[in-house]
Nanobody, 122 residues
């Protein structure tokens, strides 16, 4: 089994910052990529940022220049540094990992964290 544990959410004022963390554990051979998604009430779950095992990154247009995704391979952990937060960033943020379970497999399995609430309000 693979588990993703998220932390770092909370309440912050507009213009403030938060840093989200997600640690993967369990029967993992390798992690192909990790990503952050977010979902506001009544909205679909959308990609915020992603990072591959090679270190390449991708961001939603709405967060470019404000959010930074990074990884700590030794700890199977990814972070999302969120700066200049806006009320429209308010959502539940979910960590996702594409995991290769054993060396003989070319396929990956998707796993999700439990979600962490981010609220941006004055």
């Amino acid at each position: 089994q693979v588990q993703l544990v998220e932390s770092g959410g909370g309440l912050v004022q507009p213009g403030g910052s938060l840093r989200l963390s997600c640690a993967a554990s369990g029967s993992i051979f390798s992690i192909s990529s990790m990503a952050w998604y977010r979902q506001a009430p009544g909205k679909q779950r959308d990609l915020v940022a992603a990072i591959t095992s090679g270190g390449s990154t991708n961001y939603a247009d709405s967060v470019k220049g404000r959010f930074t995704i990074s990884r700590d391979s030794a700890k199977n952990t990814v972070h999302l540094q969120m700066n200049s937060l806006k009320p429209e960033d308010t959502a539940v943020y979910y960590c996702n990992a594409a995991v290769r379970l054993f060396s003989g497999s070319r396929s990956v399995n998707n796993y999700w964290g439990q979600g962490t609430q981010v609220t941006v309000s004055s």
